[in-house]
């Protein structure tokens, strides 16, 4: 108990255990009940749709992120901005009609909340972003289309949120 | 035109976005999860190294789903290549081919250039550079601003979340610095 107490306190003396349940509303999962492993073959189905969209509009094309940052095509300027009017007006309306999910649970959505490590891991990821020109989603597209060289780079992705895992504490949030 | 054909061509971006965005609410009401892509890394490594670090420490297990759905878009990605590719050669806008090209990067035909990602350069100086220091900067910068464009630019903003918002500026701040600055000087490098 009174280590319990210790490592609290030394959790909450550098931050960490809010920074913890912050960092926890990336792709959380609010429902109650667990699920099996048939229960979650819906989760890789809606992957593989979602894979077949990014390699079908291109958006896994280093190509296509080049063209973005140089604002030479409205392409994915598009695509990200009409994908987030239909993911704001699902929202709204999930919100406003109290939308049950299948399991008759509430949806909930954890809320963001504001650090410097948005400011200092987003320009960071966008430095890599326009390198390898793919974010997390695309990089398991680009592998599954069979540019097999970038499981390296999702090896390297893999590393390096270990080493910000590590150094963690240590750094500025 | 039969609707193969049709399936086969690009996909212009008032079709591929919608359905993008579509992966909020479908996610939320099968089971109310949160769209995000990058935390499947952090699950990675809580599963595989969790070397005693405390961020890596929690019931990963529980958010297996994640797993289950990067698994998923890489089987996508099979799918959508060797079954429903597209039979011409990408088009790239005309003024970042001569912008490429000028920096010596010259085959348009490909979703990716193949002078950099080519498997056989994956122990050159192009390799360490293209994929070991961009992946890194992928896991590190996600993780630090607590998601990627899923998680922040869609998720996120759908929501309506102020550090998201801020999250998607520095993603596209970083990305322009990067490609204008950093860029030309790193494909120099390995030229």
């Not at chain 2, 420490?57 to 079954?83: C, H, M, P, Q, R």
């Not at chain 2, 550090?163 to 120099?188: D, K, N, Q, R, Y």
Request: proline letters at 4%; glycine letters at 12%; charged letters at 10%.
């Amino acid at each position: 108990m009174e280590k319990l107490k210790n490592r609290f306190a030394s959790a909450i003396h550098d931050g960490d255990l809010d920074l913890l349940m912050e960092d926890g509303s990336d792709g959380a999962n609010q429902q109650r009940t667990a699920e099996s492993f048939i229960g979650n073959l819906k989760y890789l189905i809606v992957g593989v749709l979602f894979g077949v969209v990014f390699v079908k509009a291109e958006i896994v094309s280093w190509f296509r992120i080049q063209e973005m940052f140089r604002f030479d095509s409205f392409h994915m300027f598009g695509v990200m901005g009409s994908a987030l009017a239909v993911g704001m007006l699902s929202i709204w309306l999930i919100k406003k009609f109290k939308i049950s999910t299948l399991s008759g649970e509430e949806v909930s959505i954890p809320e963001k909340t504001f650090n410097k490590g948005q400011i200092y891991g987003g320009l960071l990821f966008g430095f890599g972003w326009a390198i390898t020109g793919a974010c997390p989603g695309p990089l398991f597209a680009q592998i599954g289309s069979g540019f097999l060289a970038v499981g390296i780079t999702l090896l390297s992705a893999i590393g390096g949120t270990w080493v910000y895992g590590w150094l963690r504490s240590r750094l500025p949030h | 035109m039969n609707i193969i054909d049709l399936i086969r061509q690009p996909w212009p971006w008032y079709i591929a976005g919608p359905l993008i965005g579509l992966t909020v609410p479908a996610l939320l009401l099968l089971g109310n999860k949160s769209f995000g892509i990058s935390s499947s890394l952090r699950h990675i490594c809580a599963a595989v190294i969790p070397a005693n670090i405390s961020f890596f420490k929690y019931d990963w297990k529980k958010e297996s789903w994640n797993l289950f759905f990067v698994a998923g878009i890489t089987l996508g990605g099979f799918v959508a290549n060797f079954f429903l590719a597209n039979p011409n050669a990408i088009v790239v806008s005309p003024s970042t081919q001569s912008a490429l090209a000028s920096l010596g990067v010259t085959d348009f035909s490909g979703l990716m250039p193949s002078e950099i990602f080519n498997a056989t350069n994956i122990f050159s100086l192009k390799g360490l550079i293209f994929f070991v220091f961009g992946g890194f900067l992928i896991g590190f910068g996600t993780r630090y601003a607590g998601g990627c464009t899923s998680g922040h630019a869609i998720m996120g903003l759908s929501n309506l979340q102020w550090a998201s918002l801020v999250a998607t500026i520095s993603f596209m701040l970083g990305g322009l610095v990067c490609t204008h600055f950093l860029l030309p000087f790193l494909l120099e490098l390995v030229s």
